[in-house]
């Protein structure tokens, strides 16, 4: 049996999975906010519980390493790369917008392309996009969406657009005779499953030591001002 742990904290949804040789046995999830660290070590021990099996029977975790929140990938990553290395097991990682763009083709089973649109602030967004089998068409990156960032998506024949960063961008990309959106697709651990099992079985496993998560923009620390 093979059985693997999965972790999904980039964003607002704090969402745990745990599979048995591919099949998902168990699924928890919550998006009300960043309730990551009230939550995820509770998920985790309710889904080993409800599985019936011991953290000792797992063959692996795997977490979504980004882009996303600092600090839901923090929280994701440091609690999967703890509890790899008490249980002296691998580290799988997925990257969060790969992981959006297999739900979307799960859902609507075409042969287009998928453009996962992550919420940074105001108008940017964490973005990449993919074909339908999940090959890297553009580099990750945080774009400011405006007129002529938009038209670099005129390249592609049909795409959808899903995440909870499309509908600042809807306005700007449904005139175009390409673009479809999908509503409601979010990083979900559920939707791991299958692309964790083809990473164990692969063997494409993290080194513990070094893995981070994938913040993609370094991080700010404002300072309060001084009250005059």
């Not at 040789?21 to 998920?43: D, M, P, Q, V, Y």
């Not at 600090?71 to 969060?96: E, M, W």
């Not at 409601?184 to 083809?198: D, E, G, H, Q, R």
Request: aromatic share 12%; glycine share 4%; with cysteine.
């Amino acid at each position: 049996m093979i059985y693997l742990l999965n972790i999904e904290t980039a964003t607002t949804v704090c969402s745990v999975s745990i599979s048995n040789n591919g099949e998902l046995i168990f699924s928890r999830e919550l998006n009300e906010g960043f309730t990551h660290a009230e939550n995820l070590h509770l998920f985790i021990e309710q889904g080993l519980k409800e599985s019936g099996i011991k953290a000792k029977d797992l063959s692996a975790i795997a977490v979504s390493k980004g882009p996303g929140s600092y600090t839901g990938l923090r929280i994701g990553v440091s609690t999967a790369k703890g509890l790899a290395y008490a249980l002296n097991i691998p580290l799988i990682s997925i990257d969060t917008l790969q992981l959006m763009a297999f739900a979307a083709f799960e859902q609507v089973q075409e042969e287009a392309f998928y453009c996962p649109m992550i919420d940074a602030r105001r108008m940017e967004i964490y973005t990449a996009v993919y074909d339908w089998k999940l090959n890297s068409q553009s580099a990750v990156e945080a774009l400011i969406v405006d007129e002529n960032s938009s038209t670099k998506f005129n390249a592609y024949s049909k795409i959808y657009y899903l995440g909870d960063g499309m509908p600042k961008c809807k306005s700007l990309l449904e005139t175009r005779s390409n673009a479809a959106f999908i509503e409601n697709i979010y990083p979900s651990a559920k939707n791991m499953v299958k692309l964790t099992f083809n990473k164990f079985q692969a063997k494409t496993f993290e080194n513990l030591a070094y893995f981070e998560p994938f913040y993609l923009k370094d991080f700010m620390i404002l300072k309060k001002k001084d009250k005059i």
